[in-house]
């Protein structure tokens, strides 16, 4: 008893040394060193281009969406991308180029705190979704939309002059510009989905172009708009909840369901299924019945039916009523003249 009572006093004085001492207890304690702490933060010097999947910000980013998971929308911001740059065209009179930079998954409060100031957020609403996005245009392709549109000479750079609002002619010609893109975004979604997006308004404030939660996962599409030497970028995105009406359509590999249809086939096949023999029954009437009852029927057992001669008569196709008739008689083959339609079901 004496030994165990001494190996006890000696685990004691282990265990109040470990937690009294604050140099970490020798090699019992394991505290991590620089390096590891800046691996766990996704910091590591070392590694810098896995820093993105590494560590907490792996955790971080896990719960954001993959827009690869919804393969349409690489052929409708595709299709965005082409008429923009014909409608882009018609409206500066000027050779435009526009083209897809890159499609992502962000939070949204993250990308509202990454948007370079002074910037231009036009707020939108897709009427047919009831739900919002976001259009963002940098200073740069504001200030060279200004000077096409008020005729600035070709060659020279577009002057920007930062540290001052937006003027009001400075706003009108950009939501021109923004009405255009919006209208060929509803023309892109239309051999998917047809939707209406209708500008709602004009802000430089990103806190005040808020649509969602901050921590609600989002697309962005980033778009580079050229005009010979000058130019800039235009950003476009779109929440999850709001793409959730037609989630269904962008799981889609190819709008097979829609377009690839074989139109000769389909009109075949209708044709044929019209000419198809169907049987018809009359049902004089019904009576139900036990099991017990079954069993006890002999020969000569009578069963009484409700109908009348002048009673409704139902016609059935296998299990489903078609009409309803009256039983007569046609020279010397029993008829159905049928006088209206049964009830269909849901």
Sequence with gaps: ???????????????????????????????????????????????????ENSGVMALINSALVSYERLPMLDIVFDRLVRMMSTSLRNLTSDNVEAS??????????????????????????AEEWD????????????????????????????????????TT?????????VHVVLSDLSSAFDPLSP???????LETNPRFAAITRAGNAAVLVKIRIDMEDRGGRLELLIPYATLEPVRELLLQMF????????????THLSSELYHTDVELKAILGETPSTLNEVLNWK???RLMFNTQPDSLIQMRCGDRPLYFGRMGRKSQNLAVRVEMDAPREE
Aim: aromatic letters at 8%.
């Design 100 to 125: 897809l930079d890159q499609i992502s998954s962000v939070r949204f409060g993250d990308y509202l705190n990454s948007i370079p100031l002074p910037a231009m957020l036009s707020v939108f609403k």
């Design 299 to 301: 020969i000569g057992t």
């Design 255 to 266: 709008m097979g369901e829609k377009f690839g249809r074989d139109s000769i086939w389909e």
């Design 131 to 166: 739900n919002y996005g976001l259009l963002t245009v940098d200073s740069a392709l504001i200030y060279s939309i200004v000077d096409v549109l008020l005729g600035g000479r070709r060659g020279t750079a577009a002057m920007r002059i930062e540290g001052r609002p937006y």
């Design 1 to 51: 008893m004496s030994d165990a009572a001494q190996d006890e006093d000696q685990i004691a004085a282990e265990w109040a040394a470990m937690a009294g001492d604050e140099g970490g207890g020798g090699s019992q304690a394991r505290i991590l060193n620089q390096d590891e702490i800046d691996s766990l933060l996704g910091f590591d010097r070392g590694a810098a281009s896995d820093s």
């Design 169 to 177: 002619i400075e706003r009108n010609l950009v939501e021109r510009m």
């Design 195 to 201: 939707v209406t997006f209708r500008f709602d308004r």
